[in-house]
């Protein structure tokens, strides 16, 4: 498939689970977007991914398989709500810097 010229480039909000891998491909098949890069979000003490618990290890080699660059928010297995949105929000204006203004 042709890629739009115009295509938004897009941060794919990462679990590694069925749903993500399901929107991934939905939104991969559309020429309006193009998905720059995978994020996702781990506890610090566990290196697991907070959604589904899955290891860093393995988030690791999805990515790697779909040749996407993966971002990691590393925070506490129990982050306070204004340390959540303060480790997200600075990541997407760093991604806005990039061009990156869709978040999926």
């Not at 297995?77 to 810097?97: F, G, H, M, R």
């Amino acid at each position: 498939m042709l890629q739009n010229s115009n295509a938004a480039k897009v941060v794919m909000n990462w679990s590694s689970g069925k749903d993500a891998s399901l929107a991934y491909s939905i939104i991969s098949a559309n020429p309006d977007y193009k998905i720059e890069c995978l994020l996702t979000t781990m506890s610090i003490e566990h290196n697991r991914v907070f959604m589904h618990g899955i290891r860093e290890n393995l988030i690791d080699i999805q990515a790697y398989l779909m040749k996407m660059p993966l971002l990691k928010i590393k925070i506490p297995a129990s982050p306070n709500d204004e340390l959540y949105k303060k480790a997200i929000n600075d990541t997407l204006q760093e991604l806005k810097t990039n061009g990156i203004n869709t978040a999926a």
